[in-house]
Nanobody
Framework: QVELVETGGGLVQSGGSPRLSCAAS?????????LGWFRQAPGKEREFVAA????????DYSDSVKGRFVISRDNAERTVHLQMNSLKPEDTAVYYC????????????????????WGQGTQVTVSS
């Protein structure tokens, strides 16, 4: 079991570059977890944004954010970050971090159902 708390959301102008953070509390070694960021816009399903493997050496992004967002993790601090650049109004959503022990294989980390642990979410609103 891992507890996750996201911070860093808010109202941002189009083109802005906020950074989201997610702090984890767990009795397991933090490195057992693949960490992901998802988002959910009003009236839409939660969707994959980005994920990183146990040491941050591998990462993956959705097509909609590739080249604009960067995921990173600090295992010593037990945190995962999402640097968001060149924000667009369509990036407006509640952003959630998740943790899974399923590993970084076969794209399992892209599925919402692969994550048993979620934070409470942080709202990001992009004004045009």
């Amino acid at each position: 079991q891992v507890e996750l708390v996201e911070t860093g959301g808010g109202l941002v102008q189009s083109g802005g570059s906020p950074r989201l953070s997610c702090a984890a509390s767990t009795t397991k070694p933090f490195t057992v977890y693949v960490l992901g960021w998802f988002r959910q816009a009003p009236g839409k399903e939660r969707e994959f944004v980005a994920a990183t493997n146990w040491n941050g050496g591998a990462s993956d992004y959705s097509d909609s954010v590739k080249g604009r967002f960067v995921i990173s993790r600090d295992n010593a601090e037990r945190t995962v970050h999402l640097q968001m650049n060149s924000l667009k109004p369509e990036d407006t959503a509640v952003y959630y971090c998740g943790a899974t022990t399923l590993g970084f294989m076969d794209n399992y980390y892209r599925g919402v159902s692969s994550y048993a642990n979620w934070g409470q979410g942080t709202q990001v609103t992009v004004s045009s």
